[in-house]
């Protein structure tokens, strides 16, 4: 009997990351609306325009390109390992390389000769719900191929399993669209013991407000090595979480910053 295309959990996974991006946007959204107890401490207390919803919603119908792109690996018979080490190990890989690989992809998106590619991000400097999944289609075709492109070559040394991969990008799409919402979940001592290496929607709005600085994925580590650091960071952290007084302006800053 010829083998399917696709096992029917691969195709359950596949349709998951196609769709999961919009879920969570769904799901800020409600609780944006509705004032949920979990979006009272306001990051920027600043208002949306109808127009940002409408062009991050347009951007929004390319977002499923992760799956297609992770499905024509799969079908290419790459991340075939079914080892639970495997599935470790598969997952810890792609952690690691995509926070270099977002890490260095991003500053280069930030340079004027390529900074068209990510443009159209950027055009939000204030997150919405729908910040996360608003991304030019040769922004996430660049950053999918350049983050399984090398998984594949490894796949040739050391068998990967493709759902550790996938688990990776369910990971990352539902903490991704923590980063881009206009809230501060994290407790307001988060920055003494995990804040210290993991970043937080604070640190991510930083980014879109001012425009350079934090361009780190899921840790601060990159940004602290390269000194891409806003220096007042943990203080407005403190600021919106503890203190819970969101900022005014996009520009404000609690000390001088070095970026
Ligand atoms: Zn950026
Ligand atoms: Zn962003």
Request: hydrophobic share 45%; net charge positive.
């Amino acid at each position: 009997m010829k083998q399917a295309m696709f096992t029917a959990l691969q195709i359950v996974t596949l349709l998951v990351i196609a769709t999961l991006g919009h879920l969570m946007a769904l799901f800020w959204y409600l609780a944006d609306k509705n004032r949920w107890k979990i979006c009272e401490r306001t990051i920027y207390d600043l208002p949306i325009s109808e127009e940002q919803i409408r062009r991050e919603m347009k951007n929004s119908l390319h977002t499923p390109m992760h799956a297609v792109i992770l499905a024509v690996f799969l079908y290419l018979g790459f991340f075939r390992n079914t080892s639970l080490a495997s599935f470790i190990c598969s997952g810890l890989a792609t952690a690691i390389w995509a926070e270099i690989w977002h890490y260095g992809s991003h500053r280069a998106f930030h340079l004027r000769a390529l900074h068209w590619i990510h443009l159209e991000h950027h055009k939000s400097r204030l997150n919405s719900p729908f910040t996360a999944i608003s991304f030019s289609f040769t922004e996430k075709l660049i950053f999918d191929i350049g983050l399984l492109a090398p998984l594949a070559a490894v796949d040739g040394l050391f068998g990967l399993n493709a759902f550790g991969i996938a688990a990776w990008y369910v990971g990352y799409l539902v903490i991704n669209s923590f980063s881009h919402a206009n809230f501060e979940m994290k407790s307001g001592d988060y920055n003494r013991w995990l804040g210290k290496v993991l970043t937080s929607t604070t640190y991510h709005s930083l980014h879109h407000s001012r425009y350079s600085g934090h361009y780190g994925l899921g840790t601060r580590i990159l940004d602290r090595i390269f000194n891409t650091e806003w220096d007042d960071y943990e203080s407005l952290y403190r600021r919106i979480s503890h203190e819970k007084r969101p900022l005014g302006k996009l520009r404000e800053r609690a000390s001088a910053s070095s970026v």
